[in-house]
């Protein structure tokens, strides 16, 4: 919910730019050692908890309908369709339908202080106030009528003080005796947020946590009990100086908590994952990515940007945790032909913000929810897992087109998601080595809510386009043992550039990196004992997704995308098929002409 530009004139919302981090790259190492592969899912969580967050809310936004084009929604230009009126339809509906499964927050986005041709509404302490077009009531009116159906009432703003209220620097701030806009940004004006519609606030002068601390307070007095607060930066497609805004979200922090009212901070777009301690210090949840809303005649569409999630997610996914979740923006999968996707493409879309663990909010029109719509949203064995004390899952497998993410439960189980991301129909299996065992296992079936009986060494579906199906999967048979070889063995090849590094977070302080345009690591001596196609782990670090071709035995060579870890000091791991012999093997890494990522070591099966 990346909302419009702040100028007069609402830009559209830009597409994320794929970029191509270039090297950080280093470097990986070997040596041969017993290892056991790490459990799927595994998070680590550096944010206390906070009751506002002790799990992914729920809930409805308003931004996906007041962002598209479909017929019938924004009857008086664009982003018109938030009004007062459309606003307490959606709380009603929500009260009746959907608040017993647990939604239950309305969050009103971008837009509530602006006519429909943006012009802003300011009181005179240069706060946002409600236009009187829109919500001719004000915004306490609608918190109540919220309140009074059990819900909880969510708000908006960009982050800094917008340019229409810095009113020639004579505005004073509330509360703060010889404050004005003037004291609160700094003297060149300089520009911040998604947008560069506000000016950057210069927190060195008090009377810019004083101006803070007025606007925590307004929606406390309101009622509000959330807040997103968007364009932030390091992120939001901008970097540098002017656009880091981590002192705005610790501002706001220090301002709820003087406001004498819980309020979820909710901090939006695609933010730097760099920053991710900053955001788990000061938020309860954190936009991982762009806009999910395509801009177009329906409210998302598969390409722009349903499936990017896919490759975004995994990084973020060890940041995940009681205290701030990592947010994959509006679900929206309730209205049909308006949400824009294939039936198959909606139950993917609900499986993979189910199994990260997202905030479960809908953008969908609550009053025209189709029966599909309805049996997704409410599946109660799917939002457990959202909703769940178990960790968030993770790939297991490479980011391919045909995809298995997993996460082991406290209990022992597995949720086990299989995805195809192709355009055509596949097959996908799970194997359960990549889980850490062979044998046999009962699966369950979550979205159908049946038991589909023991399945022996792998669970296989035929999936439609873009199709997937979710599993709870429960062990019967046994623990598989493991052989290490690490990247930087002296019995290993190097070609190309590959060459070898420290590596403090590497299983052998080592690594081998370098890995692109014709850089290679060819592992020496893969012992197995029998022939057979077997899960090799692969641990690697990687800051960008990136690809290798992977063979045995100087056979073909198979191609795969490897997730991003989010930076070059993060080991990750999934699993790769890899044929081998009985006996000795070669398995080799190949960058071919791309950019391969840094290989920390490898783990073999004793048995296929």
């Known amino acids: 919910m990346r909302s419009p530009s702040y100028s007069a004139t609402p830009r559209r919302v830009l597409r994320t730019l794929a970029a191509l981090a270039l090297c950080a790259g280093t470097i990986g190492v070997a040596t041969t050692a017993e290892a056991a592969p790490t459990t799927p899912g595994t998070t680590t969580h550096g944010t206390s908890t906070d009751p506002l967050a002790a799990k992914p809310y729920m809930g409805w936004s308003s931004w996906s309908m007041q962002s598209s084009k479909y017929p019938g929604l924004n009857t008086d230009g664009d982003y018109s369709w938030l009004t007062e009126a459309n606003v307490l339809k959606q709380t009603d509906a929500l009260a009746v339908k959907l608040k017993k499964y647990g939604y239950d927050h309305v969050n009103i986005d971008a837009g509530w202080w ?34 009074a159906k059990g819900l909880k009432a969510g708000i908006y703003l960009p982050v800094g003080l917008e340019k229409e209220a810095y009113d020639d620097g004579k505005a004073p701030v509330w509360n703060a005796p010889g404050c004005t806009t003037a004291d609160i940004v700094y003297g060149d004006l300089r520009t911040t947020n998604g947008w560069d519609s506000a000016y950057k606030l210069d927190f060195a002068d008090p009377c810019a946590q004083k101006y803070i601390d007025s606007q925590a307070q307004m929606f406390a007095d309101w009622g509000y009990d959330f807040l997103k607060l968007d364009g932030v930066g390091p992120g939001s497609f901008k970097s540098g100086d002017n656009y880091d805004n981590i002192a705005d979200v610790a501002a706001w922090r220090q301002a709820i908590a003087t406001a004498g009212r819980p309020i979820h901070l909710e901090v939006s777009w695609s933010l ?88 479960l909010y809908t953008g969908d029109d609550l009053t025209k929810l189709d029966s599909y719509g309805v049996s997704l949203l409410t599946n109660p064995e799917v939002l457990a897992v959202d909703q769940g004390p178990n960790p968030p899952a993770s790939p297991v497998t490479p980011s391919d087109p045909q995809q298995v993410w997993a996460a082991k ?156 870890t989010g930076d070059w000091s993060t080991v990750n791991s999934v699993y790769v098929p890899v044929t081998l012999k009985a006996g000795a093997n070669t398995v080799t890494f190949d960058s071919g002409t791309g950019y391969a990522p840094d290989i920390d070591r490898i783990d073999v099966p004793k048995s296929s």
């Open 409 to 564: 439960n406290h209990d022992g189980t597995y949720t086990v998601a299989l995805f195809n991301l192709a355009d055509r129909p596949a097959s996908v299996s799970a194997d359960f080595s990549t889980l850490g065992f062979t044998g046999k296992a009962k699966v369950r079936d979550l979205w159908n809510r049946e038991n589909l009986g023991t399945r022996t060494d792998r669970v296989t579906e035929a999936l439609p386009a873009h199709g997937s199906r979710l599993f709870t999967v429960t062990p019967n048979g046994r623990s598989l043992a493991w052989t290490g070889v690490e990247a930087e063995a002296s019995g290993n090849t190097l070609a190309g550039n590959a060459s070898i590094a420290d590596c403090g977070a590497c299983s052998g302080a080592k690594k081998v990196g370098n890995l692109y345009q014709g850089g290679k690591l060819t592992f020496a001596d893969v012992v197995v004992p029998k022939a057979g196609q077997y899960q090799l782990k692969v641990s690697y670090i990687s800051g960008d997704a990136r690809s290798a071709l992977v063979s045995a035995n100087g056979g073909g060579a198979t191609g795969h995308q490897f997730p991003a």
């Open 114 to 147: 602006r006519d429909n041709a943006w012009k802003p509404e300011f009181d005179q302490y240069a706060r946002q106030k409600a236009d009187p077009g829109r919500f001719p009531r004000g915004m306490k009116a609608i918190a109540d009528h919220i309140h």
């Open 272 to 359: 730097d994952i760099g920053h991710a301690a900053d955001w788990k210090k000061y938020a309860n949840g954190w936009r991982v990515d762009t806009d999910v809303e395509c801009y177009c005649n329906t409210l998302v569409s598969w390409e722009n940007s349903v499936d990017d999630r896919f490759d975004d997610t995994p990084a973020w996914t060890r940041h995940a945790g009681p205290g701030g979740w990592n947010d994959l923006d509006s679900l929206d999968v309730g209205n049909g032909e308006m949400d824009g996707l294939s039936k198959a493409e909606r139950q993917t879309y609900a499986t993979l913000w189910s199994i990260a663990k997202s905030p």
